[in-house]
């Protein structure tokens, strides 16, 4: 299966100069973690949930990441109506699958948004992406679950099904469209022990798929540039809290000389 070449730096550095404004509907515990992420990639992030203004701020951005994290039945309301126009203008929508597998109402809505709108890219942890594959899996609220099924099988046979990328994060970040694959292996442990990375990972997602096309290598590239920044943020600081922070300054602080000796991405 052919794997992708990556240059993760060119598309950060497009992100920075480009400045995408990436419009947000998302989990209201992780709000700010995701706004900043954006924000400090060089993009600009919006945060706008009210139905009665997300088709009109949909126009203005150059994607959509909708997150089900904290749902309503009213948020995915708003979710269809972003979508749509997203759809229209011909901006990527990025789903994150969040805590699917863990209730119905969550399967319910994720299954909703994914008949009744386009979606370009879904992201979830290993349980999460089962579920939404078909996989008979328990989710543990929005942590993932162990699942037995082939990872890489699972997500490309809904890469191809739905006819999108599909990324599985977890230790190891797995990322597919119909036709091709990688595994991005950077990272690090204390990267589970914060909450939010995993919603701040579809927010970098977005702003890489704001500038490249092809959503694969957005999506990798986006995953390469975040966890190498977890990488250094870990060597800086032991704890979760101190980590977090310098999470940000990493990331903000990124050059292509560190990108290119730190990756490590295979097919």
């Not at 694959?181 to 442990?189: A, K, L, Q, S, T």
């Not at 919603?199 to 997602?205: D, E, N, P, W």
């Not at 292509?256 to 490590?264: F, I, N, Y």
Request: net charge neutral; charged share 20%; aromatic share 2%.
């Amino acid at each position: 299966m052919p794997t992708l070449e990556l240059n993760p730096f060119a598309l950060l550095d497009r992100v920075r100069s480009q400045s995408p404004v990436i419009h947000h509907l998302t989990n209201w515990v992780t709000i700010y973690d995701c706004a900043q992420i954006v924000k400090v990639l060089g993009a600009s992030p919006v945060m706008a949930h009210a139905p009665e203004e997300v088709q009109e701020m949909a126009r203005l951005a150059a994607a959509l990441v909708l997150n089900l994290g904290t749902l309503t039945v009213e948020m995915v309301e708003a979710m269809k109506l972003a979508a749509r126009t997203a759809n229209d203008q011909g901006i990527p929508v990025i789903l994150d699958v969040c805590g699917a597998g863990a209730t119905c109402l969550r399967d319910r809505k994720c299954f909703e948004l994914l008949e009744e709108v386009r979606i370009d890219l879904i992201k979830g942890n290993a349980s999460e992406v089962a579920r939404i594959s078909g996989v008979k899996v328990q989710t543990k609220g929005v942590d993932a679950a162990r699942v037995e099924a082939d990872l890489k099988a699972v997500g490309q046979d809904l890469a191809r099904r739905r006819r999108c990328t599909v990324v599985i994060t977890g230790p190891e970040d797995l990322v597919v469209d119909g036709g091709r694959r990688c595994v991005v292996h950077n990272g690090h442990p204390l990267m589970s022990r914060v909450v939010g990375t995993g919603c701040m990972a579809a927010s970098v997602m977005g702003a890489f798929t704001a500038v490249e096309p092809d959503l694969c290598r957005a999506a990798a590239a986006g995953l390469v540039c975040f966890n190498v920044a977890a990488e250094l943020a870990a060597e800086l600081t032991p704890g979760p809290a101190a980590f977090k922070i310098k999470l940000f300054d990493c990331l903000a602080g990124l050059d292509e000389a560190t990108l290119t000796a730190r990756q490590r991405v295979t097919g």
